[in-house]
Structures are given as structure tokens and as C-alpha cells.
T-cell receptor, first 112, second 110 residues
Framework: EDQVTQSPEALRLQEGESSSLNCSYT??????LFWYRQDPGKGPEFLFT???AGEEKEKERLKATLTKKESFLHITAPKPEDSATYLC?????????????FGPGTRLSVLP | ETGVTQSPTHLIKTRGQQVTLRCSSQ?????VSWYQQALGQGPQFIFQ???????GRGNFPPRFSGLQFPNYSSELNVNALELDDSALYLC?????????FGSGTRLTVV
């Protein structure tokens, strides 16, 4: 069974204090790993898709990396507006029609 | 601004009732998926429609059903509501592998 876990469950950072969020996954044939940001009461907002181990993608203060077992979302010099829940999801080849398996998310709070 | 619109934004229903949630996707997005997100958890896949046919389903009972229409809108129907059905219901439409989520419908079952 496909599984996604995320750590930490919650993270509080001071503005400018860089850190990383972890997403560990177990899937039979990874088609893609997705990172989403979700603000309270809103739907997830797409950030990145990673397809193969070693791949990296960047967007502003965020950088996502992928290995065969986990993905990291690195946040450099975060600002209060980066506060949100960050969700990781996997999509497998064999159940492409089954869509995503999401992790529980990491709630990030960035204090001014 | 998201191209996926969901209605209503909030809804309160009584246990045993039936509910219909609606989603309007962007033109050309012929795949739509529905998810249930309980408080503090990640979204869980309910089902997916492609060109008006269901082509994938998660671990949800048959009282969860759906429809997709030619105008890229879709519905999620839930019969015989239970208290545990209280959640944020999200729809997502996709084009070339990029999935765009709506803001969701918050359903409360009392």
C-alpha cells in the first residue's frame, strides 16, 4: 500500500531562519511527487512536481529535492507570508487513475 | 486566481440527509478528481472522472457518487450522511498533469 509521511508535524521559525521539511514515501513505481501549499480554509496550491531521484526544483525561497525514498522542501530565509501547511503527495504508475496519495502535511508558522 | 470554482463554500446538513456539491473546472480540463479532507489531515482521494466516465476510485463507499458534464462541471453526491462525513471537500481538475484545486466546500453534518 502506498504511504506518505511528513515531518515535522508542525514547525515554528523566526523570520529568516532557514529549515527543511521532510516527506518520506513508499510507493510501487513512482510516477511523480508533488508539493502543495495550503492556506487555512483554502484548497492546495501547486508548488512543484518531481519525477526522478536527484531532481531539484526552485521557486523563490523554496527548493524541493527528491531521492528514492524521500523528498525535502527547503525554505531559505522564510517570511511570515510563507506560513501555511505544506502537503506532499505521490502518484504511482500502476494506479494513475487513483490519483494522489497525500501525506498529513507540515504546518509551518513563520514569526516576524 | 484559481480556475476551479466550488459551491457552496459552506454547508450544514443533518445526519441521514443527502447532499450535492458542485465544481466548475477550467475549459479543456477533461479530468476532475474529488477529495475529502478531514481537519488536520491530508486530502483523501474519493474518485476521478475523465470525459464523463469514472476511471478511478478510492476507498469510499458507494453512497459517494459523482457526475461529470460536457461543460467541464461536475458533482459529488453523498447519500445517507454520517457525522464522519464532516470535512472539506475538494475538487481538482487537470491539464497535462498539473492539478488545480478549488477552495473546497466545508460540509458539517450534525
Amino acid at each position: 500500500e502506498d504511504q506518505v509521511t511528513q515531518s515535522p508535524e508542525a514547525l515554528r521559525l523566526q523570520e529568516g531562519e532557514s529549515s527543511s521539511l521532510n516527506c518520506s514515501y513508499t510507493v510501487s513505481g513512482l510516477r511523480g511527487l508533488f508539493w502543495y501549499r495550503q492556506d487555512p480554509g483554502k484548497g492546495p496550491e501547486f508548488l512543484f512536481t518531481l519525477y526522478s531521484a536527484g531532481e531539484e526544483k526552485e521557486k523563490e525561497r523554496l527548493k524541493a529535492t527528491l531521492t528514492k525514498k524521500e523528498s525535502f522542501l527547503h525554505i531559505t530565509a522564510p517570511k511570515p507570508e510563507d506560513s501555511a501547511t505544506y502537503l506532499c503527495a505521490v502518484q504511482a504508475y500502476y494506479n494513475y487513475g487513483q490519483n494522489f496519495v497525500f501525506g498529513p502535511g507540515t504546518r509551518l508558522s513563520v514569526l516576524p | 486566481e484559481t480556475g476551479v470554482t466550488q459551491s457552496p463554500t459552506h454547508l450544514i446538513k443533518t445526519r441521514g440527509q443527502q447532499v450535492t456539491l458542485r465544481c466548475s473546472s477550467q475549459s479543456g480540463h477533461n479530468t476532475v478528481s474529488w477529495y475529502q479532507q478531514a481537519l488536520g489531515q491530508g486530502p483523501q482521494f474519493i474518485f476521478q472522472y475523465y470525459r464523463e466516465e469514472e476511471n478511478g476510485r478510492g476507498n469510499f463507499p458507494p453512497r459517494f457518487s459523482g457526475l461529470q458534464f460536457p461543460n467541464y462541471s461536475s458533482e459529488l453526491n453523498v447519500n445517507a450522511l454520517e457525522l464522519d462525513d464532516s470535512a472539506l471537500y475538494l475538487c481538482a481538475s487537470s491539464l497535462r498533469g498539473i492539478y488545480t484545486f478549488g477552495s473546497g466546500t466545508r460540509l458539517t453534518v450534525v
